[in-house]
């Protein structure tokens, strides 16, 4: 298996590291992919410096098997995200122990494509969303409430906007 990894520090003190297969390497992707992941970080507040976290970019097979292990469900998904402990809402449960390494996200970049095909945007926007989505993951936000997912759309635009670009997801819309 050819992965190549990256690492990034620029502007928000965080250390991205991106794991990319081979079959995923596109041209501006590793940019464009730090730049979602520090839109997504502007978000926290009182987050410790510098913070870091692992981003791999993979196929559907790997997310069906993380998938199965991690959330019992025997299906391909978009975007699994491992860590947010310690975050809610983008700021740390206990500003004095707050965790700097956030955790890790995957994302399936077939199912990536799938999605931007469906509905019809750009696969860079849909990128950029599952980036975004993963990181507020990370730091604590989540959808599992209609109070709590207006939070994190409502995070999740802001993020397109320091992008940018409109966020592809519209407020009531779920992925597969």
């Known amino acids: 298996m050819d992965v190549r990894s990256t690492r990034s ?19 501006g992707q590793t940019a464009l992919v730090r730049r979602a992941a520090h839109a997504a970080l502007a978000q926290g507040r009182h987050l410790p410096t510098p913070v870091a976290l692992t981003i791999r970019l993979t196929d559907d097979a790997e997310l069906r098997a993380l998938n199965r292990q991690y959330r019992v469900t025997d299906a391909p998904t978009d975007v ?24 890790d996200i995957a994302i399936s970049m077939e199912r990536c494509a799938a999605q931007a095909k469906r509905y019809g945007h750009p696969v ?6 599952l980036v975004i989505h993963g990181v507020l993951h990370l730091l604590g936000y989540d959808h599992h409430t209609p109070a709590r997912r207006r939070r994190m759309w409502q995070a999740q635009d802001r993020a397109f906007a320091l992008l940018g670009r409109p966020n592809p997801l519209q407020p009531d819309q779920f992925h597969d």
């Open 80 to 103: 699994l995200s491992f860590g947010g402990e310690g975050y809610r809402d983008g700021q740390p449960s206990d500003a004095d122990h707050a965790p700097a390494y956030l955790g």
């Open 9 to 27: 520090k620029p502007a928000h003190d965080a250390d991205i590291y991106l794991y990319t297969r081979a079959a995923y390497r596109a041209r």
């Open 124 to 129: 860079e926007d849909e990128l950029a969303l």
